[in-house]
């Protein structure tokens, strides 16, 4: 079984900048083998895709983060990371991360995910 555990979220104002973390562990294959995702959701929205890293090191960003925002991983430490710059109050969302060997996409079909990070920016 696969574990995700997101760290790094609070509150900021508009403006400022957070890193959040999702280390994994529990892989039955190697950490780069799994393509890893962020995704958000505020309080009565639907889930959205933030941002992916394939197998690869491909990267693919939502419309509404892109130039802002920088997803990474780290093989060695299982660990994903996305680097938020430039926050606005409309990113204001729990935050979580996602797993999946074979999807790899901005839509939230993965088969393992984090219990999520929440941030909040003010204005």
């Known amino acids: 079984q696969v574990q995700l555990v997101e760290s790094g979220g609070g509150s900021v104002q508009a403006g400022g900048s957070l890193r959040l973390s999702c280390a994994a562990s529990?892989?039955?294959?190697?950490?780069?083998?799994?393509?890893m995702a962020w995704f958000r959701q505020a309080p009565g929205k639907e889930r959205e895709g933030v941002a992916l890293?394939?197998?690869?090191?491909?990267?693919e960003y939502a419309v509404s983060v892109s130039g802002r925002f920088t997803i990474s991983r780290d093989n060695a430490k299982n660990t994903l990371y996305l680097q938020m710059n430039s926050l606005k109050p409309e990113d204001t969302a729990m935050y979580y991360c996602?797993?999946?060997?074979?999807?790899?996409?901005?839509?939230?079909?993965?088969?393992?995910w984090g219990q999520g990070t929440q941030v909040t920016v003010s204005s």
């Open positions: 996602a797993a999946d060997r074979t999807k790899c996409s901005l839509l939230p079909r993965y088969n393992y």
């Open positions: 529990g892989y039955t294959v190697s950490y780069p083998q799994y393509c």
């Open positions: 890293i394939a197998q690869n090191g491909y990267t």
